[in-house]
Nanobody, 118 residues
C-alpha cells in the first residue's frame, strides 16, 4: 500500500502563483503526478512525472508553459509550481502515486483546494 498526502493549496488572484507539494510512502513508487477536479467536471490530468527512459513528464495542454512538475526521487516527493494562474484553474488538486511506470494503478491523496479569484 502507498500513502499519499498533499499540501499547498489556497486562494490566489489571477496571474498569481502557488506551489503544491506531495509526498508518498510505502512500496516502490515509479510515477507521481497531479489531477484536478472542478465542480461538475470529471477529474482531469494536470501533469505527471516518472523515473523512466521515455515519457517521463507529461502536461495537459491547458497548463503547459504555466505549470512545472518536479520530483525528488529518493523521498518520493513531487511539487507542482503553478504560475500565471487563471480562474479556470480553480479546482481540487489530487496527487497520485503509482508503482507502475505507466501509472495505471493509482494511490490518491485527499486533495487540496486551489481557488483563483479576484
Amino acid at each position: 500500500q502507498v500513502q499519499v498526502a498533499e499540501s499547498g493549496g489556497g486562494l490566489v488572484q489571477p496571474g498569481g502563483s502557488l506551489r503544491l507539494s506531495c509526498s508518498a510512502s510505502g512500496r516502490d513508487v515509479k510515477r507521481m503526478g497531479w489531477y484536478r477536479q472542478a465542480p461538475g467536471n470529471e477529474r482531469e490530468l494536470v501533469a505527471t512525472i516518472a523515473r523512466a527512459r521515455a515519457g517521463t513528464v507529461r502536461y495537459a495542454d491547458s497548463v503547459r508553459g504555466r505549470f512545472t512538475i518536479s520530483r525528488e526521487y529518493a523521498n518520493n516527493t513531487v511539487w507542482l509550481q503553478m504560475n500565471n494562474l487563471k480562474p479556470e484553474d480553480t479546482a481540487v488538486y489530487y496527487c497520485f502515486a503509482s508503482t507502475d511506470v505507466a501509472g495505471i494503478e493509482k494511490f490518491w491523496g485527499q486533495g487540496t483546494q486551489v481557488t483563483v479569484s479576484s
